[in-house]
């Protein structure tokens, strides 16, 4: 537990610490929450403020967000660890907040990591929130869904805060720049592009980008006329990185993840792998190599092989559970399972195929023998009449034509001679063989 003012900066504090945002207006991202007539906006405003749990990756505003709710409705501010912290120093917070509270003086709890606590620790809070003793606000980067019990989690607001956009991390590394609390007071050399690479490594955290630039520019190089120059050199020796090409939002990205598909398109394990480590060394966010995975599954293996969506929705989720670096031996086995995986882009063609046909025959009707008959005047008007319930035949199948006359006879997929493929052209030749006997 710790008490302390609420923007109290020591002049040995990171750089991180002592830009630390004091009000909304200094505050940046998370648009959604706090912008002209959003929620938590119009709570702060009018001073109607409940218990809530913030929900967001790191470095992304929750700690900072809290201090400024508490500035903001002129109340106590306590800081309470969860990792320090335990039933007993719980009791003593809760005691005086019931005292502050029966002077008019209101507390805010805030929580870190409040994930960590065990059921017993997070029960004991529920009376205090109950009674109004505390405003528990409490922040995760787990899904408060599993990690917080449902009775605390019922008696809070729970606010989703996004990651940082480039743009976002940008505005506070020119303001730490500029600002007398970062080094204002200095002469700093150091050009947009180079700014604009350190917020792209740092992934969506604002704590990190401060951080990696506090660290840059106490190794930048004084010249004679006491401006620190930073050079090229100093940002990849401090974030150690050699990929400094390799730019997000640039062409040198799509040329990467591009090799990395066509890698695995090409059952190449080793360039898949090779491709993967040059984007996660260099920054990407495993997350969207994850989602590319994911429509490769689909997209380049389909039906041949049912489990690769598994393992890529899989790795997907395992990548936003634990994270990078953690996470680089998951996306591993994805793209190598891709890779080896057999091939086939049936769904792929199918899907373009009737997506042109579908958008030149917009207007055609659905044809009336499988349209629906809910009331009586669609039953006159033979809605659904001469339907074939599938089930009640013997083999499952009926030679109901279900594709508008214009595209009698059209087929889309065509499946493959690979994987599971091999079953499915076997099936389907039947079913199209049973169908055309049932016919004639």
């Not at 840059?216 to 974030?239: A, L, M, P, Y």
């Not at 030679?399 to 076997?426: D, H, Q, R, T, W």
Request: contains cysteine; charged residues 25%.
């Amino acid at each position: 537990m710790y008490e302390q003012s609420l923007f109290e900066v020591p002049t040995n504090e990171p750089l991180a610490s002592r830009m630390r945002p004091r009000n909304l207006t200094e505050f940046v991202g998370q648009t959604h929450l706090i912008s002209e007539g959003k929620l938590l906006r119009k709570m702060i405003e009018s001073d109607n403020i409940s218990s809530m749990i913030f929900w967001g990756p790191p470095g992304v505003g929750k700690t900072t967000l809290a201090r400024i709710i508490a500035h903001e409705t002129k109340s106590k501010f306590i800081t309470f660890s969860a990792v320090t912290s335990g039933i007993k120093e719980i009791k003593k917070v809760m005691e005086d907040a019931e005292n502050n509270k029966r002077l008019g003086i209101r507390t805010i709890l805030f929580v870190d990591e409040i994930h960590r606590f065990n059921k017993a620790q997070q029960d004991a809070f529920l009376p205090f929130v109950e009674k109004g003793s505390i405003i528990l606000i409490g922040a995760t980067t787990e899904n408060p869904s599993f990690e917080i019990n449902n009775a605390l989690l019922s008696r809070c607001r729970v606010f989703v805060l996004k990651e940082l956009s480039t743009e976002d991390i940008l505005i506070l590394l020119k303001r730490a720049i500029n600002d007398e609390r970062g080094f204002g007071e200095e002469k700093i050399n150091i050009s947009e592009e180079d700014l604009k690479i350190i917020a792209q490594f740092s992934n969506g955290d604002a704590r990190n980008a401060l951080t990696t630039l506090d660290m840059i520019i106490t190794n930048g190089e004084e010249d004679k006329n006491g401006i620190i120059q930073v050079s090229r050199d100093i940002i990849e020796n401090c974030i150690s990185k050699k990929a400094l090409l390799y730019d997000k939002n640039g062409e040198e990205h799509y040329n990467i993840i591009s090799a990395l598909h066509k890698s695995m398109r090409n059952s190449d394990p080793d360039a898949a792998v090779y491709w993967l480590a040059r984007m996660l060394e260099a920054g990407e966010d495993p997350l969207y190599i994850a989602r590319r995975i994911t429509r490769f599954a689909s997209e380049d293996i389909g039906l041949a092989d049912t489990n690769a969506l598994n393992v890529a929705i899989n790795v997907y989720q395992a990548c936003h559970y634990i994270g990078m670096p953690e996470c680089n031996v998951h996306l591993t086995e994805a793209v190598i399972y891709m890779s080896l995986a057999p091939k086939s882009n049936a769904c792929d063609v199918a899907y373009r195929m009737a997506s042109y046909d579908a958008k030149n025959t917009l207007a055609e009707p659905v044809p009336l023998v499988i349209r629906n008959a809910p009331t009586k005047l669609m039953k006159e008007l033979n809605y659904g009449k001469g339907y074939q319930f599938a089930h009640d035949t013997k083999n499952k199948l009926t030679n109901m034509e279900c594709l508008p006359p214009s595209l009698k006879g059209k087929a889309y997929y065509k499946p493959g001679n690979k994987g599971n493929e091999i079953k499915f052209k076997e099936r389907l030749e039947k079913i199209k063989a049973c169908k055309a006997t049932h016919k004639s």
